[in-house]
């Protein structure tokens, strides 16, 4: 089974500033999630990477499939940008195509 | 979000009683799956469906059955509500977008 470790478990930071969020998984994958999920509300996918980077608008998310690493970044924050952000990976070996959750970044933007 | 939607948004129910969550998508998926998310655990899976009548359980799966008699729906019942299920459940399905998943917008059950 798959182990997900994310960190920080909780940031606050200034509007403005650049955010880094970390997870590490313990098998190997073939692609991974970053979700988001804003207070009492639901659960949103931004991205599904397999190598490399991608870009959304001011979010950007990176994976080093060799060290079983990703990063997600968050250039000029933003206030509206305060939630929960959950990386999830495939559980391999366990129910078809469940994945598996970290336990999240709570992630707050003060103005 | 579009193509899935989960019934009821809130629910209070007493100790014992019988609850029925509903999960519908409309993009024809084959993979559904329920979910809990509690505090300090995380998201956890307690059923998945890889097709019509075809189901199979969760890590916690205890107390929980479920049914899929068509495509589009997902059904979690809860035959005797307890306080230890007081959570919020999201429903999932599993498709071929640029993001793979798509979560519903969650029910928040509390059974007092």
């Known amino acids: 089974k798959n182990e997900v470790e994310q960190s920080p478990q909780n940031l606050t930071a200034q509007e403005g500033e650049f955010i880094t969020i970390n997870c590490s998984y313990s098998?190997?994958?073939?692609?991974l999630h970053w979700l988001q999920q804003h207070p009492g509300g639901g659960i949103v996918s931004l991205f599904m990477?397999?190598?490399g980077k991608k870009k959304h608008g001011r979010l950007i998310a990176t994976i080093n499939i060799q060290e079983k690493h990703s990063s997600l970044h968050i250039t000029a924050s933003h206030p509206r940008d305060s939630a929960v952000y959950i990386c999830?990976?495939?559980?391999?070996?366990?129910?078809?195509?469940?994945?598996?959750f970290g336990k999240g970044t709570k992630l707050s933007v003060k103005p | 979000d579009a193509g899935i939607t989960q019934s009821p948004r809130h629910k209070v129910t007493e100790t014992g009683t019988p609850v029925t969550l509903r999960c519908h998508q409309t993009?024809?998926?084959?993979?559904m799956y329920w979910y809990r998310q509690d505090p300090g655990h995380g998201l956890r899976l307690i059923h998945y469906?890889?097709?019509?009548?075809?189901?199979d359980k969760g890590e916690v799966s205890d107390g929980y059955s479920v049914s899929r008699s068509k495509t589009e729906d997902f059904l979690l019942t809860l035959e005797s509500a307890t306080s230890s299920q007081t959570s919020v459940y999201f429903c999932?399905?599993?498709?071929?977008?640029?993001?793979?998943?798509?979560f519903g917008s969650g029910t928040r059950l509390t059974v007092v």
């Open positions: 999932a399905i599993r498709g071929d977008s640029r993001y793979g998943y798509t």
């Open positions: 469906s890889y097709g019509v009548k075809d189901t």
């Open positions: 098998v190997g994958i073939s692609a």
């Open positions: 999830a990976v495939p559980n391999y070996g366990g129910s078809q195509g469940n994945l598996i």
């Open positions: 990477l397999s190598s």
């Open positions: 993009e024809n998926h084959r993979y």
